[in-house]
């Protein structure tokens, strides 16, 4: 892994954590799903515009308009539109630790529905992973984190994890930008009618502050996040890209912490590392052995065993 991945892995990570601190500040001052709509929507505008400049085709194969229907309504609709509504009662950094969960799921439920073999270190990752989620939520319980809202944020990281077993494997496409792009308008069209329904009168405190995070979550976790996602997966590969998810735990607490003042004690601290650690045992355990060096140079790319997909 050069220097070059490794400052676009941070910058991802970076990115994806701070997400949650935004978007605490916008579900707070406007409706949820009327939010997302409207993101959705505007990132899905300028996605086609820049898949267009560069030089993508909006003529998809069936693999990648299963792939963008899938993670459309999944990850969009419904992992985050549950997080988005659970924001309104718990905070950024509560949240941030649930999605964290993703990398550690996905290896769960890779070895109990789908028989995947996991090392050793993998299963150690998962128990870290577990406790350290364990000791922050239960410290959280106890000072009055919703239960409602912890709940809606643990279904939606589970979405997100069928969704991206479901279409592991898929590979890569010369068509990125375009299928995130379609992915957002995916979501935006499943979110609408719920929106109007539910939120059809509930009312806007508008402010530059809700301006500015609004503008920040299309632009940088919506699109720039998921650009130098692809970017990464394509450089280095899907495992090794995913190691990165180690760090979303301890931006996340340290993000809401920073520009939130949310709670930050010695229980978060020590929890975040604890996951942290378990997420990259998990990853690192996934890396694939050392090949041998072939006497011939190969232009075949190797496969990725995921889908290129990020989880924000």
């Known amino acids: 892994m050069d220097f070059k991945a490794i400052l676009m892995g941070l910058a991802f990570a970076i990115m994806w954590s701070s997400a949650f601190t935004t978007t605490r500040i916008i579900v707070t001052a406007a409706p949820p799903l009327t939010a997302l709509v409207i993101r959705f929507s505007l990132s899905a505008i300028a996605g086609i515009a820049i898949a267009r400049a560069m030089g993508q085709s909006w003529r998809l194969s069936k693999a990648e308009w299963r792939v963008l229907i899938v993670f459309g ?35 769960f439920f890779g070895w109990v529905w789908l028989g995947e073999r996991l090392r050793p270190a993998a299963i150690a990752g998962l128990a870290m992973g577990v406790a350290g989620v364990a000791l922050i939520m239960g410290v959280r319980l106890q000072h009055g984190l919703d239960p409602v809202g912890t709940l809606l944020c643990i279904i939606a990281v589970i979405a997100l994890t069928v969704a991206t077993l479901v279409v592991r494997g898929t590979g890569r496409s010369r068509n990125m930008m375009m299928i995130v792009a379609f992915q957002m308008a995916v979501g935006a069209i499943t979110l609408l009618p719920f929106a109007a329904i539910l939120e059809i ?4 405190d508008w402010s530059w502050r809700l301006v500015i995070a609004f503008v920040y979550t299309v632009a940088a976790p919506g699109l720039a996040a998921t650009f130098i996602w692809f970017l990464l997966v394509n450089r280095i590969g899907a495992v090794r890209a995913a190691t990165f998810h180690f760090l979303s735990p301890i931006f996340g607490v340290t993000i809401a912490a920073l520009l939130l003042g949310e709670r930050f004690g010695w229980s978060d601290v020590i929890g975040a590392s604890i996951v942290a650690a378990g997420i990259l045992l998990v990853q690192l355990a996934r890396l694939p052995s050392a090949a041998p060096v072939s006497a011939l140079p190969s232009d075949e790319p190797n496969p990725d065993p995921d889908s290129g997909q990020p989880s924000r």
């Open 201 to 204: 009168r509930q009312p806007i």
């Open 73 to 107: 309504i999944m990850q969009n609709a419904l992992y985050l539109g549950l997080n988005w509504i659970a924001m309104r009662t718990i905070e950024a950094s509560a949240a941030a630790i649930i999605a964290s969960m993703m990398p550690l799921l996905v290896a």
